[in-house]
């Protein structure tokens, strides 16, 4: 919560959010959170247990929230019946549904497919949230955007679980070079990433011997992300298109 405070009182155009995890958050947490701050809640569950999360659409939408929905281990499920899914959340109040690869197991005509089933299938935005255990965090970021992601997501210098995120400095380079960039400054990012962000970090985030085998049989990558758990929490930024 006091992460939450600080963030907000420092931030001039961000929004800030935080994510909640039916089961683990409540009510109560959720309400401390909007008064220390948040204006966005990210609601995840499991890719096939979207019907979990009506009664915390409801109250994010009741108390005002900018409402974010995460897929999780999006994988694992073929695209039509992941678009199934979004459309529940759809229906229970969400804003922007998004495809995430959490255990950083897809390639990239996945994450193109999975995006394109859900922009099919629902009237609300599509968000992409790439892991980089095989080493494609920013090819399946491309790929989501090309197949008409709304919004992406990234960490500064990768901070994340397994393999680490989609590098926002190294997005942010990509998109400017292919003119698509949304207003973010490259230089300022990689001088935030070099020399606010790397000397936090006990390693750097990188498809090594034990993220690369995560990816690759697709296991969550949280059983490898004990030394950085806090990154998703205090790092991540999306950007919208």
């Not at 095989?134 to 992601?149: H, K, R, S, V, W």
Request: aromatic share 6%; with cysteine; proline share 3%.
């Amino acid at each position: 919560m006091d992460l939450i405070a600080e963030a907000r009182a420092t931030a001039t155009r961000a929004k800030i959010a935080a994510l909640l995890l039916p089961g683990i958050g409540t009510r109560q947490e959720l309400k401390e959170a909007i008064a220390r701050g948040i204006q966005v809640v990210r609601i995840a569950t499991q890719r096939t247990e979207a019907d979990i999360s009506q009664q915390h659409f409801g109250m994010a939408k009741e108390l005002g929230l900018e409402a974010l929905s995460f897929l999780m281990m999006a994988h694992m499920l073929p695209p039509d019946a992941l678009a199934a899914q979004a459309q529940l959340m759809e229906s229970y109040g969400a804003d922007c549904v998004y495809v995430v690869d959490s255990a950083g197991a897809m390639l990239l005509h996945d994450a193109a497919a999975r995006v394109t089933a859900l922009k099919r299938a629902l009237k609300i935005q599509v968000g992409y949230h790439a892991h980089n255990n095989l080493g494609c965090a920013i090819g399946n970021t491309l790929a989501a955007l090309e197949a008409g992601a709304d919004q992406i997501d990234g960490t500064l210098r990768g901070l994340g679980a397994g393999a680490g995120n989609a590098a926002t400095e190294l997005v942010a380079a990509v998109l400017d070079k292919l003119g698509i960039n949304p207003g973010l400054d490259v230089f300022a990012l990689l001088d935030a990433a070099e020399f606010v962000v790397a000397p936090m970090m006990p390693f750097q985030p990188f498809p090594d011997r034990d993220s690369i085998a995560i990816g690759y049989v697709g296991v969550y990558s949280a059983f490898y992300c004990t030394r950085n758990v806090w990154a998703n929490s205090t790092a991540l930024t999306r950007w919208r298109f």
